[in-house]
């Protein structure tokens, strides 16, 4: 089993996913972690997040890097000016066809 | 009120949650699609991850040949919050039963939770939360089943430039994190440079879970009254619940000697 099978990473994918929601709602009335390691789980989000985008969105359009970097600009810039969610996917993917039409 | 009038007035305040869900739903079936997963398999993984970072990971470490204990242990890692998460919202209920238990924990998520547990205390109920979650869980499969559709049809140029929708929101979730800790955005920064040199060097997914857990590690030793914490507190959860029996038990004491 290795991670090349689709079907059996979408599997081990609820394996794991559904047991970390089901287990507190069956079992916890109270859970009290270490702060350190309650800091750990606040943090992770936020680097698995960065780790999945960077470098990732730069080779996302296959064969057009720079529509890519363009495109990583945008979402950075509209993110920065107080954008909402929406707004910024709405202008990143806007933009990125428009570069890719012309 | 009345069961159905809970029941819409959660799904009236999802509103907000469909409407971000569906595009981001789409979005991941196109990516998905680029990264060759079948539609079968697209919603499949909507349907039994519902997890929108948990399936982008997924999708990201496909064909990368990933050791399936590595590959376990970063979706654990990602995913652990839900186990915070799901602590928070069934303790908001006082009695339910081991089969809704069951059912209901699987659509917990980020955005459900925080609609769901800052929700008066009132309307804490079953049909309150099957209309918050349930409508949740049902607008992000149908996102990745019209991604499905719309890929065959939609142009070319179209699915390519939303092949980078996923990676936009993300960016529009971490620069206001960023924005609002001057730490966060530094440490953000070093974790997207970290990750980008290690890419070079080793396996994509390698590098993926130990820019993850290294960054996250250095994060929790030096950023230590970040605001996020309180998101979830637990502590003040069970107060409430304390206070609650008090209340109750004066009541019925009042109720006694009258």
Not at chain 2, 18 to 27: D, F, S
Not at chain 2, 88 to 105: D, M, P
């Amino acid at each position: 089993m290795d991670s090349n099978n689709y079907l059996t990473m979408i599997m081990v994918g609820f394996l794991v996913t559904y047991p970390l929601r089901l287990v507190p709602a069956l079992f916890f009335s109270k859970l009290k972690l270490n702060a350190f390691f309650q800091r750990f789980l606040d943090i992770i989000p936020y680097t698995a997040i960065t780790a999945l985008v960077f470098p990732g969105i730069f080779y996302c359009i296959e064969g057009n890097d720079y529509v890519a970097y363009a495109g990583a600009a945008i979402a950075i810039i509209s993110a920065l000016l107080k954008a909402s969610l929406s707004v910024t996917i709405v202008c990143t993917v806007i933009v990125v066809y428009l570069l890719l039409i012309i | 009120m009345t069961t159905s009038q809970l029941y819409l007035l959660g799904l009236k305040r999802t509103f907000p949650i469909v409407l971000g869900y569906i595009p981001v739903g789409i979005a991941y079936a196109v990516y998905a699609g680029q990264n060759g997963f079948t539609p079968w398999e697209i919603v499949l993984m909507s349907i039994t991850n519902y997890s929108g970072s948990g399936q982008f990971f997924i999708v990201s470490m496909a064909g990368t040949a990933a050791p399936l204990p590595v590959f376990m242990l970063a979706l654990v890692l990602m995913n652990f919050r839900y186990f915070i998460m799901s602590t928070c919202v069934f303790n908001k209920f006082k009695k339910l039963s081991f089969i809704k238990r069951t059912l209901f924990s699987h659509l917990v998520t980020d955005e459900t939770f925080a609609l769901f547990t800052t929700s008066e205390k009132e309307l804490i109920s079953v049909p309150y939360f099957v209309g918050i979650f349930l409508t949740a869980w049902i607008a992000w499969i149908t996102g990745a089943a019209l991604g499905v559709l719309a890929s065959s049809f939609l142009p070319q140029a179209l699915t390519q430039a939303l092949g980078i929708a996923l990676f936009a929101l993300f960016i529009a979730i971490l620069v206001p994190a960023g924005k609002k800790d001057l730490r966060v955005a530094v440490l953000i920064i070093a974790t997207a440079i970290l990750n980008t040199c290690l890419y070079h060097y080793i396996k994509e997914s390698h590098a993926i879970v130990i820019s993850t857990i290294l960054m996250a590690v250095i994060g929790a030793t030096f950023i230590k009254n970040k605001g996020t914490a309180d998101e979830c507190n637990i502590e003040s959860v069970e107060k409430e619940l304390e206070e609650e029996k008090d209340k109750l038990a004066k009541k019925s004491q009042e109720q006694e000697s009258k």
